[in-house]
């Protein structure tokens, strides 16, 4: 089976920090991606890690652990505008493509 | 501009009526896909197509068809649409290696 777990909501502070957490179990894995949606718009690719290790983007980073089967997106100096939700997808086997999470949730408060 | 297009944005019917929602891109991607979103289900795949005349069953295919005929396109058809399938509908693909999928602007559907 596939199952992937993210927090619902998360609430954080302008300019603060604030770690998603993803944790993951799928039949397959050809690595792991983030994607920002705002409310009724389309995801948006934001990282992807295929190794273990930390992958930095800017204001962005991502995090993977393959053998705990969880990944973090670090989102730093938080603006209004990263008010959205974020969801952790991991990409399975030839045919078991992008298996999504349920997605968190993020509010940033002034 | 590289882009996935979907077609309507908005598409309000009655049940039983058939409808094709559109999708296309220009990205000469092999990987193709459509999702339904939910509040509170997450994004689930309906169809996929892994290329031109390759497709299966997704997680929630029931009341759904798919093709794949050419490979810039990969319409949904709903033969009979029914309320339960009142939704956010996106499409997307990708390279089936490592790269990202690429999502259209969505279809909002209701079903009444």
């Known amino acids: 089976g596939q199952n992937i777990d993210q927090p619902t909501e998360m609430t954080a502070t302008e300019g603060a920090i604030v770690q998603i957490n993803c944790t993951y179990q799928?039949?397959?894995?050809?690595?792991l991606f983030w994607y920002q949606q705002h409310a009724g718009e389309a995801p948006t690719f934001l990282s992807y890690?295929?190794?273990?290790g930390l992958e930095e983007k800017g204001r962005f980073s991502s995090f993977l652990s393959r053998s705990k089967g969880y990944s973090y997106l670090l989102l730093k100096e938080l603006q209004m505008k990263d008010s959205a939700s974020y969801l952790c997808?991991?990409?399975?086997?030839?045919?078991?493509?992008?298996?999504f999470g349920p997605g968190t949730r993020l509010s940033v408060l002034p | 501009e590289a882009q996935v297009t979907q077609n309507p944005r908005y598409l309000i019917t009655v049940t039983g009526k058939k409808l094709t929602v559109t999708c296309s891109q220009n990205?000469?991607?092999?990987?193709m896909s459509w999702y339904r979103q939910d509040p509170g289900l997450g994004l689930r795949q309906i169809y996929y197509s892994m290329n031109v005349e390759v497709t299966d069953k997704g997680d929630v295919p029931e009341g759904y068809k798919v093709s794949r005929k050419e490979k810039r396109n990969f319409p949904l058809i709903l033969e009979s649409p029914s309320p339960n399938q009142t939704s956010l509908y996106f499409c997307a693909s990708s390279f089936p290696g490592l790269g990202p999928l690429h999502f259209g602007n969505g279809t909002r559907l209701t079903v009444t």
């Open positions: 890690n295929v190794l273990d």
């Open positions: 990205m000469n991607h092999e990987y």
């Open positions: 997808a991991v990409k399975g086997n030839y045919g078991q493509n992008f298996v």
């Open positions: 799928t039949s397959g894995f050809n690595g």
